[in-house]
């Protein structure tokens, strides 16, 4: 494939992304946008604002990420002057040490649900569009990904949940990050693929899974895709 046919695939994937974007933002006020600074959700976000400078976008501040990316962040945030919405646990991370230790090594699982899962539902709820940069290439959990579904959270209430970039690969998300001038987080530089709190990611494990440095390896999800079980 030539230079220019790449280009042109590439142009051609911008644009439904914004396609999909201006149909669900355009003049709505029930829409927020969940922003972990990598790399796609960074693209999406700088799509997004060109319908609404002002639509809100969610970061999980779990208390654990690395220095380099609440740097990013807050580079990012003020650079394109995004809404940001920090999305705090009910107890700090000292607090949490102190009742029940280091979770993050002990029980991972309910670590993430009380920094991750409970924060991110309680304030999705709010709104009737959940906008993500998921995608399918990321990970086994994620390959039948819809760009669009319906999500039930544990209240039962039900979001549109969008993933426009879910076709899209790797590839596709630096290219379109270099073409739109978008600079990433400095920790790709460092061998990084997948970044999530700093206790929980490594370098990746395997090479051909990004996600294989993400909790040791023990699970590849942290629950915040995952959807409540429907009520007995």
């Not at 991370?93 to 309910?110: K, M, N, T």
């Amino acid at each position: 494939m030539s230079t220019s046919e790449i280009q042109a695939l590439a142009s051609a994937k911008v644009d439904k992304v914004r396609a999909t974007l201006a149909q669900a933002i355009t003049g709505a006020q029930d829409v927020c946008l969940t922003c972990s600074f990598q790399a796609e959700d960074v693209l999406l976000t700088k799509l997004a604002i060109e319908f609404d400078p002002q639509i809100p976008i969610l970061f999980l501040d779990t208390g654990y990420h690395f220095a380099e990316t609440y740097s990013y962040r807050d580079k990012i945030a003020a650079d394109w002057g995004l809404n940001l919405i920090n999305l705090l646990p009910e107890k700090t991370v000292a607090e949490q040490e102190l009742e029940h230790g280091l979770l993050y090594r002990s029980a991972p699982d309910q670590c993430c649900k009380l920094r991750k899962v409970e924060p991110l539902f309680k304030a999705v709820a709010e709104y009737n569009v959940w906008l993500t940069g998921l995608r399918r290439e990321q990970a086994r959990s994620r390959a039948a990904l819809e760009e669009s579904a319906m999500f039930t959270l544990p209240g039962g209430k039900q979001v549109r949940k969008l993933a426009p970039l879910a076709e899209w690969t790797t590839r596709d998300v630096w290219y379109a990050c270099e073409q739109l001038s978008i600079p990433l987080l400095s920790l790709y530089e460092r061998g990084y693929s997948s970044i999530g709190c700093e206790p929980c990611t490594t370098i990746p494990l395997d090479p051909n899974d990004p996600r294989s440095g993400r909790w040791a390896g023990q699970k590849v999800e942290c629950g915040i895709h995952i959807e409540a079980a429907p009520a007995n």
